[in-house]
């Protein structure tokens, strides 16, 4: 009867070793289910962002409005004939004016 009853012991620790240590266990579920989260959310991230991609690449082939419009918000650029007028916020201004007294 104690062999029963120690086979029993036995097969029991066997067994919770297995459901929550070894492979295929719950924990590993569970850390694989949050990797598998991350995953998609960064996925969803980069999707986005290559949508976006996109539309610039489509807007720059169709023609000179998207070329123009990208040299004057980052390069600032202009055309021949305008003037550029640049304006500063009024805090920063007023920063510079503080430190030159």
Do not use: C
């Amino acid at each position: 009867m104690r062999w029963l009853l120690g086979i029993l012991l036995f097969l029991l620790v066997v067994l919770q070793y297995r459901l929550w240590i070894a492979e295929g266990s719950i924990a590993e579920q569970h850390r694989l289910r949050q990797q598998l989260d991350d995953f998609n959310r960064i996925n969803e991230q980069l999707r986005a962002r290559n949508a976006v991609l996109e539309r610039e690449v489509l807007e720059l082939q169709s023609g000179k409005a998207g070329i123009e419009q990208r040299a004057r918000e980052q390069l600032n650029l202009v055309r021949e004939g305008e003037t550029f007028y640049q304006v500063e916020p009024a805090e920063s201004a007023a920063e510079k004016q503080g430190a030159q007294q």
